[in-house]
């Protein structure tokens, strides 16, 4: 697949309008010139969710959540972004190009899924009614596992006959292609061209996108053979990274419980639900990744990793704490994700310990889950020999990694101190080795690399007056263009410390005049994730006239905070003199410190803050 240029993005856009399109799936009511109703993203009675018509932007200030069609549709269906441009330019007959590559045919992602279901129609009808010796052994191999027919029909699951290349054969007959069936990974083309069944003689476990429809199917192979578990390839609908088993099923449950609970096998996923337990899904043949946690972090507030008590599942554990970062901190507000873990006893996998102890210690087990951070700082500090300098040296240097991507946070004050507990040294040597830790995310090709700071747009604690005027700073220029050209004398070092606040207005003033949606179509082209934090801001936006007055008092809230800053360094430069032997300097530091004072004291008097910093 090609980039799809700007032109052709735009169009789409223009094309659909967010109200309509939203409203075929919730139910909206409009209220002055906004239109409400229930988020769909998360569980909720009385409407939050909020769509502004004029700038074609929603935002939910029950989740946090908003943006425009675009990223309303990534999060709705699980697309990244050139798939939910093409979604809708499918939905609005728009054709559009992608550059580098070919043109992109209408429909083409639509009867690859068709076929899916279409093969996971074949397998269900094979599975409950077929009378060969290989469907009776999937029957036989299913009711072991506690699987009747009854859960077979509600799970779809089937049974793919070996032999005669039954499913290629009966779906070129529903008018399918060759090409298609090849595509979607159902069929393979062997070495004399002829065609054959991708799955024979095993279990069919059809794996589903977050609407539902079939993309792809996992494989388990009844008797002997390998290997045991078969998943479909990649293919234009469906990735491994970012799929999973059973979360169209289990995405209302997680945003119900707030929780998610993530397994490795598919039979794990069936097992805990048929017992009531329905918000578990599975990864699909591959380790968690970085694009799992950001999926189930739209829906859940926790995630819990339940893995076998084996060593294979302790790696599991330990593989999962690469994907920490500043979500996982208190500072993270609303976005915030809970990690944690659970290891099942006695080496029983999800399946076999629901069934043999019941839900009720399931959930037990799951609630007594045990933070992710401290569960891998047990785990490392548990490889060494503590007793010794050589030993403690190295549990220092291998517990403060999983720490790195939340550095500067509180969550990693509280564990260097419990790190230093363990060791019988100061919070503070630990926190100088943290310092020197980097942080080591795994990429997952087409992932983006995670943060390890906090968005720049994260509600800073109320005692933190520098970082609150930021804040109100990037709201203000965010919503009044005419404040723009102004707000440049700001744009330094000296009035706005944190970087990443910094270089966020710096993209903004570059926007200059742009209105609502143009100011976020610029910031989207940079960072997706920064222009939906804007959302909260731009839908419904306040008259600029109020705006404006705002800007007035936090520029000279940041003005004053710099000139405080640059006091105390005066004066502590001004007791490394002596009066006496340095007296030309001395009176000369002396003077500046007495001017900066008033300019500082003006500045209180002009403006209607307290003295502190607090706004009124």
């Given amino acids: 697949m090609g980039r799809i240029s700007e032109e052709d993005v735009q169009r789409v856009r223009d094309a659909t309008d967010l109200v ?65 441009v093409r979604r809708l330019a499918e939905r609005a007959h728009i054709e559009v190009v992608e550059q580098g590559g070919p043109r992109m045919a209408p429909g083409r992602k639509e009867r690859l899924v068709a076929a899916c279901e279409a093969a996971a129609d074949f397998f269900h009808k094979n599975l409950i009614g077929g009378r060969n010796p290989g469907a009776q052994q999937a029957r036989e191999y299913l009711k072991h596992r506690g699987f009747g027919i009854d859960v077979a029909k509600r799970w779809r699951l089937g049974f793919a006959p070996a032999g005669r290349d039954e499913m290629t054969r009966a779906l070129l007959a529903q008018g399918f292609t060759r090409d298609e069936l090849v595509e979607a990974n159902l069929t393979l083309v062997g070495e004399s061209g002829a065609l054959k069944d991708r799955f024979f003689d095993r279990v069919m476990f059809p794996i589903t996108d977050l609407s539902g429809r079939v993309i792809a199917f996992g494989g388990r192979v009844v008797g002997d053979g390998h290997p045991k578990y078969l998943n479909s390839n990649e293919t234009p609908i469906f ?28 039979t794990d996923v069936i097992a805990l639900a048929e017992q009531g337990i329905a918000f578990a899904v599975a990864t699909l043949g591959t380790a968690l ?18 893995f076998d008590g084996d060593e294979a599942g302790l790696r599991a554990a330990n593989r999962a704490a690469a994907f920490i970062d500043a979500t996982a901190t208190p500072e993270a507000g609303s976005s915030r994700v809970d990690l944690a873990v659970a290891v099942i006893p006695e080496g029983m996998d999800p399946a076999d310990y629901v069934t043999a102890r019941g839900a009720a210690e399931m959930r037990a087990l799951i609630d ?4 992710l951070l401290r569960f891998v700082i047990d785990q490392r500090l548990s490889m060494h020999d503590l007793a010794t300098p050589e030993g403690k040296s190295a549990a220092l240097a291998d517990a403060v990694q999983p720490l790195a991507a939340v550095k500067g946070s509180i969550l990693a004050q509280e564990y260097a101190s419990y790190i230093a507990s363990r060791l019988l040294t100061t919070p503070e040597f630990v926190q100088r080795a943290l310092a020197g830790v980097r942080v080591a995310h795994p990429r997952v090709e087409g992932s983006e690399q995670p943060s390890a700071a906090a968005s720049p747009l994260a509600v800073p604690p109320p005692d933190d007056n520098q970082a609150r005027a930021e804040r109100e700073l990037l709201r203000t220029v965010t919503l009044a263009p005419t404040v723009r050209a102004e707000a440049r004398q700001l744009l330094s070092d000296e009035f706005v ?63 004053e905070f710099a000139l405080e800053r640059l006091i105390i360094s005066k004066k502590a430069r001004l007791r490394t003199l002596d009066a006496a032997k340095d007296q030309a300097e001395y009176d000369g530091v002396f003077r500046e410190i007495v001017e900066l004072e008033r300019e500082r004291n003006a500045l209180r008097t002009r403006s209607a803050y307290p003295a502190d910093g607090r706004a009124e």
């Fill in 239 to 266: 990735h491994k990274s970012s799929n999973m088993y059973g979360i169209d099923r289990a995405r209302n449950e997680i945003v119900t419980s707030g929780t998610a609970v993530v397994v490795e096998g598919y």
């Fill in 20 to 84: 309509s399109f939203v409203s075929e799936s919730v139910v909206l009511n409009k209220k002055g010139r906004l239109y409400w109703g229930n988020c769909p993203f998360h569980g909720e009675k009385t409407p939050s969710f909020k769509i502004d018509p004029g700038t074609q932007l929603w935002h939910c200030f029950g989740c946090g959540l908003g943006g425009d069609v675009f990223g309303y549709v990534m999060r709705a269906e699980n697309l990244e972004f050139p798939d939910a």
């Fill in 289 to 306: 990744t970085e694009q799992h946690v950001k999926l189930l972090g739209r829906f859940a507030k926790r995630v819990v990793y339940l």
């Fill in 368 to 371: 007594g889950a045990q933070p």
């Fill in 497 to 559: 410390l944190d970087a990443r606040r910094r270089e966020l207005l710096g993209w903004i003033l570059e926007a200059g005049a742009a209105t609502e949606q143009d100011l976020y179509n610029a910031i989207a082209a940079r960072d997706r994730s920064i222009a939906e934090s804007l959302s909260e801001w731009l839908v419904d936006a306040p008259v600029v006239e109020q705006i404006e007055y705002a800007f007035r008092e936090v520029s000279g809230r940041l003005k």
